[in-house]
């Protein structure tokens, strides 16, 4: 390697710069600022944090979306992942990340709409953020109505917090850019969502004996909570419990503003101060 010219010309151009850095004080300040800012963004989990490319989740999901309400194309399973996820770990108590995203509206495009194409609607948008929620390393746990639930494994890893509410930042995107566009070719209503997170200890419960075939699912605070801070959101706005903005990368905690509600309409407590527990909204 030693050998090779191109290589020995770079190490003499780096050795030029080197010297040139010394005599100018304020080059190698502004390295020395790099440097640092380098390591912090390591450290916090910006270098090697999963990039998402939006241009082609928003064109897949246009190409899908079309493909349902005009030829009945049918999804393929996505929750099979979770599901071997929790058999594997059941009894176990994991930190997670849990987020909600729940259609409004859905009973206005019920009344306004044929049965089926209703079906079609509402299951496209459930399996879009389904997918959202994969493409951010998450897990999906499930659909419940016209809400679907995920969460993110928060064992040894510094940047979860990140990657979810990057994700609920995704969701907002693929329904504004992505599915939205192609309903209004069909004069059928846009959608929007409510998206709730939080951070806690969950446990992995099994019902019943049988390994294979018995329900499982996740049962903890974490669940409860971004449940109810989901439902106190605004129509596509992003909520998060401060125990996922405390984890969150310091560029990505300046688009959060904290919320001030009233004791009447906000009353749940922090788990270890006993005060109410503060929420964030994001503000792009």
């Known amino acids: 390697m030693s ?9 003499s151009n780096s050795e030029s710069i080197s010297s040139e850095n010394q005599q100018n004080p304020e080059i190698k300040k502004q390295e020395s600022s790099e440097t640092v800012k380098s390591y912090v963004d390591m450290l916090m989990g910006r270098q090697g944090q999963k990039v998402v490319d939006t241009e082609t989740l928003i064109a897949q999901t246009q190409k899908r979306v079309w493909s349902s309400l005009t030829k009945g194309y049918e999804y393929p399973p996505i929750i099979d992942e979770s599901d ?6 059941v009894f176990s108590r994991i930190n997670m990340i849990v987020l909600y995203v729940d259609l409004v509206g859905s009973t206005d495009i019920t009344l306004s709409l044929p049965e089926d194409k209703v079906a079609i609607i509402i299951s496209s948008f459930a ?7 994969t493409q951010h390393d998450g897990y999906v746990l499930k659909f419940v109505g016209d809400a679907v ?3 993110f494994i928060a064992e040894g890893s510094i940047d979860t917090a990140d990657n979810a509410v990057n994700c609920a930042k995704s969701m907002l995107m693929v ?4 599915i939205n566009p192609i309903l209004s070719q069909y004069d059928y209503p846009e959608l929007m969502v409510k998206i709730g997170l939080d951070y806690g200890q969950n ?3 099994r019902y019943g004996a049988d390994v294979e075939r018995s329900h499982v699912d996740v049962l903890g605070p974490a669940m409860n909570i971004a449940s109810k801070i989901q439902s106190m959101a605004k129509p596509n706005q992003i909520l998060i419990g401060e125990d996922v903005y405390t984890r969150l990368h310091p560029t990505i905690q300046k688009s959060f503003e904290k919320v001030v509600w009233s004791k009447h309409k906000w009353k749940y407590q ?3 101060t006993g005060q109410l527990y503060p929420v964030f909204a994001y503000m792009g």
């Open 270 to 272: 922090d788990r270890e």
């Open 149 to 151: 639930i995920g969460y």
């Open 203 to 205: 446990i992995i419960m």
């Open 175 to 178: 329904i504004e850019k992505g």
């Open 84 to 89: 071997k996820f929790l058999r594997k770990h």
């Open 127 to 133: 399996q879009e953020m389904a997918s959202t929620i």
């Open 3 to 11: 050998e090779n010219p191109d290589i020995e010309h770079e190490g």
